[in-house]
């Protein structure tokens, strides 16, 4: 019996020591051997916009630093929802990462019912990357030159300045409802198949203002053909240092903006997690990496994952706020 019993606890021992050196192993690999093939980065919209040249500079710059390549896949479909879905069920092995935008990790939830993941359980925050403000844009026809002289109009005349949006649902749509609650205003929603028709019907006045990125809107409001009245943004944006973000307008619910960051399947092994995050944040520092978001209109906006995992938590709960208070779901 006494034999029987030191055979057990030895066993038992053993059986510690094996998983430990497991655990050793699979540490040193993730730190030390990762990657060892190329790693895929989802972009869960079209080809060609900003969180695609986000992520194109992200898999340039990055890549060199982890000496691997990062292939670029666009995946887009139902707002961004498609992508992230196939982020979500990836292997969490850190060879498939995606692109999160305040619209996949932020609005979305809000609005789709059914959505097929969830933006905190499924994923694992690597980091944020770059903040995108978008700026508040009227016609030349519109009698205000600032932000509190339309809101006076919009007051004084319900449901008669229109405003498009991409499409219901949308970003777009949800920061307009949110904007209408907090200024107490009634302002006509006209919803497009995408921001670029939406734009062009207002610098035509077919439609009286519209909210876009700032990348697009900012040449036609250089050229006079739009007025801009606030920038949704942590910050004024240097291009436009003389208009005021909503939060300096009094309206702080408004949130900071947009922004596009790396997220991985969630069960990444931290070390991974922490690779990615040390490999980004070092491709950030390149000057030609901040040249190019500068000249896109962003801003470089490195983060821990605990910081972005805040970032889309408050996301999250603004824009479930606005969505029930608007009504606004889609199937």
């Known amino acids: 019996m006494i034999r029987a ?21 699979g540490s040193a690999l993730a730190q ?18 900003s969180t695609d040249l986000s992520a194109r500079l992200v898999a340039q710059f990055a890549g060199r630093e982890l000496g691997q390549t990062i292939v670029v896949e666009n995946k887009g479909g139902a707002g961004g929802s498609v992508g992230m879905e196939q982020v979500a069920n990836a292997a969490p092995d850190g060879y498939t990462i995606g692109m999160a935008t305040v619209s996949t990790h932020g609005s979305n939830p809000a609005v789709y019912p ?9 994923f694992a925050p690597v980091t944020n990357v770059v903040s995108m403000p978008s700026v508040f844009t009227v016609h030349p026809s519109v009698p205000a030159k600032t932000m509190q002289e339309f809101i006076a109009l919009a007051r004084a005349n319900p449901g008669k300045y229109s405003v498009a949006s991409p499409g219901t649902g949308t970003l777009g749509h949800v920061n307009l409802e949110n904007f209408q ?23 035509a006045g077919q439609v009286n203002a519209i909210s876009d990125n700032l990348a697009s809107a900012l040449p036609h409001v250089k050229s006079g053909r739009l007025r801009a009245l ?9 291009q436009l240092p003389n208009v005021p973000t909503y939060a300096e307008l009094g309206y702080k619910e ?27 944040h070092k491709a950030m520092q390149n000057p030609e990496f901040k040249r190019k978001v500068e000249d896109s209109g962003g801003t470089l906006v490195p983060t821990t994952p605990e910081q972005f995992k805040a970032q889309i938590q408050q996301a999250i709960a603004r824009y479930a706020r606005v969505a029930k208070a608007a009504n606004i779901q889609l199937d």
């Open 32 to 49: 030390g051997d990762y990657p060892t093939r190329p790693i895929r980065l989802i972009v869960p919209f079209a080809a060609g916009g």
């Open 114 to 122: 059914k959505l097929k993941y969830d933006p905190i359980k499924d």
């Open 254 to 280: 408004m949130g900071d903006g947009g922004w596009f960051g790396i997220v991985a399947p969630a069960g990444t092994p931290p070390a991974i997690v922490a690779r990615l995050n040390q490999a980004i």
């Open 181 to 203: 609650m907090l200024a107490k205003i009634d302002l006509l929603h006209v919803p497009y198949k995408g921001a670029g028709l939406g734009l062009n019907d207002a610098v």
């Open 230 to 238: 606030a920038v949704l943004g942590a910050t004024r944006s240097p």
């Open 5 to 25: 019993r030191i055979s057990r606890r030895q066993l038992l021992l053993s059986g510690t020591a094996a998983a430990a050196t497991l655990a050793l192993a």
